[in-house]
């Protein structure tokens, strides 16, 4: 299939056209997390184009997954959703390399998993992960792509760009104080990382096509239920 008939109607924006396609083919992203976030995010950067996404994950597909978690079905429950997920892309898209590695992101193992990417998307659920991609976004000096859920709400950012680029502490200072909060909870409706994974996958093309997204240094928020969306500077 040509690119030109595949990519044809994002080629028709200024905002991406032929040069920006050419910078998604040869762009590379860590995705850690092919759940609820992950899956949206991975979905729609391989249908755009992007080059090369290496996902990281080491849970398995469960029932509980399918209502939001878009890549996997029944005859997958139970097993590894990196390479499902693996599977499943690589039938969209023959040309973007999908790399499935089924582990958890350590201190160990995280700058040799980032080493060569362009960014760094969380599709996570844990503030110890989100930490971790913040430092080695500040380390390595990658931009790192934040979002969050929970219920109908949602949120993203994008950190590490612009002169004094914005982190993850900034949101959580006190990293201490953070790791001992209780868990948020599990309670989700599944659209709202549909419309997460979504905005993240879209602040991506816009760095990668050579644009400043338009979350870099802030927070944006949305509530489903009222249809409430606001975007912070801070």
Known sequence: ???????ARQLLLPEIGAAGQE?????HALLVGVGGLGCPIAQYLVGAGIGRLTLVDDDVVSVS??????????SQVGEPKALMAQRRLSLL????KVEAHVCRLTPENAESLAAGCDVLIDGCDNFATRFLLDDVSERMGIPYFYGAVRGFEGQ????????????????????????????PGKQVVGMAPAVVGSVLATQVVQYVCGRNPSLAGRLWTINLLTMESAAFEW
């Open 1 to 7: 299939m040509k690119k030109e008939e595949r990519y």
């Open 23 to 27: 910078r998604l083919s040869r762009a």
């Open 65 to 74: 997954n399918l209502h939001r978690q878009i890549l996997y079905d029944e």
């Open 93 to 96: 898209n023959s040309e973007v």
């Open 156 to 183: 993203a950012a994008v950190f590490g760009l612009g002169e004094t680029p914005l982190r993850y502490r900034d949101l959580h200072p006190d990293r201490e104080a953070t790791l001992k909060m209780p868990h």
